[in-house]
């Protein structure tokens, strides 16, 4: 059993290098793609990130730099592909509140996670309603 394992985690390794999709892997291999990830991460083939201004990237910075890569850096609203020198696309949780942002970045849940640029991200209902919320208590605390 755990050599099968390690068999085909070393095919799904040598796929990621061929260029080919997680997603795409994981229905190969009937897994998820959460379960690629992990693989590609574990096996360290996805290394501390150094981002366009070749900062290393570490911690919650680097966690969403592989979701970025992840999902190819294009906008999964609109399919705008992020270009270097760009401002970075979102990493956008589903779910309700923004406190519980960090606790998706502790652990990758990908089914919890999508990316967006950053015009997708600031349309979404959720954070109009937010800015509005925000520009309310900032004009009662100037008045």
Not at 52 to 61: H, K, P, Y
């Amino acid at each position: 059993m755990q050599r099968e394992k390690k068999e085909r985690n070393n095919l799904i390794i040598k796929k990621i290098k061929q260029g080919k999709l997680k997603v795409d892997i994981a229905k190969e291999f009937n897994i998820s793609p959460q379960r690629v990830f992990a693989i590609v991460d574990k096996v360290g083939l996805i290394q501390k990130y150094k981002d366009n201004q070749n900062r290393i990237l570490e911690g919650r910075d680097y966690k969403r730099e592989l979701i970025r890569k992840y999902f190819n850096f294009t906008c999964q609203d609109c399919g705008r592909v992020w270009k270097k020198g760009e401002r970075r696309f979102d990493v956008h949780h589903f779910g309700k509140g923004s406190s519980l942002s960090r606790k998706y970045d502790k652990r990758i849940n990908i089914n919890m996670l999508t990316l967006l640029c950053h015009r997708c991200h600031m349309n979404l209902e959720e954070h109009k309603k937010t800015m509005k919320e925000n520009s309310k208590v900032k004009n009662k605390k100037s008045a």
